[in-house]
């Protein structure tokens, strides 16, 4: 399984952008998926979860501004990201895990937030 991301750009504090990640195989009736972050120096993190059922969760300080969704047809996850502050500044990754045992990940594609 591929999964590849896209949508990064450099945006204005306040702005808005949306990831995309499309997976090589329809796989989102089997895995859970999820979005991470890495910002420049710190620990990879969390970021939100949609799980096979639909489910969604958000880390508590990104809810309201951030959204999980996905297009089963396209094979295509996505994550909305509204009034985006500086601090969301990092390369976004694609997570696609199944059970214990197998876990995937994108190459990630780099939002900047700068004025």
């Known amino acids: 399984i591929q999964l590849v991301e896209s949508g990064g750009a450099s945006v204005q504090p306040g702005g808005s952008l949306r990831l995309s990640c499309v997976a090589s195989q329809s796989i989102f009736a089997f895995y859970d998926m999820a979005w991470y972050r890495q910002a420049p120096g710190k620990q990879r993190e969390l970021v939100a979860t949609?799980?096979?059922?639909?489910?969604?969760e958000y880390v508590d300080s990104l809810k309201g501004r951030f959204s999980i969704s996905r297009e089963g047809a396209k094979n295509t996850l996505y994550l909305q990201m509204d009034n985006l502050k500086t601090e969301d500044t990092a390369v976004y990754y694609c997570n696609a895990k199944y059970l214990a045992c197998w876990e995937y990940w994108g190459q990630g594609t780099q939002v900047t937030v700068s004025s």
């Open positions: 949609m799980a096979v059922g639909g489910g969604r």
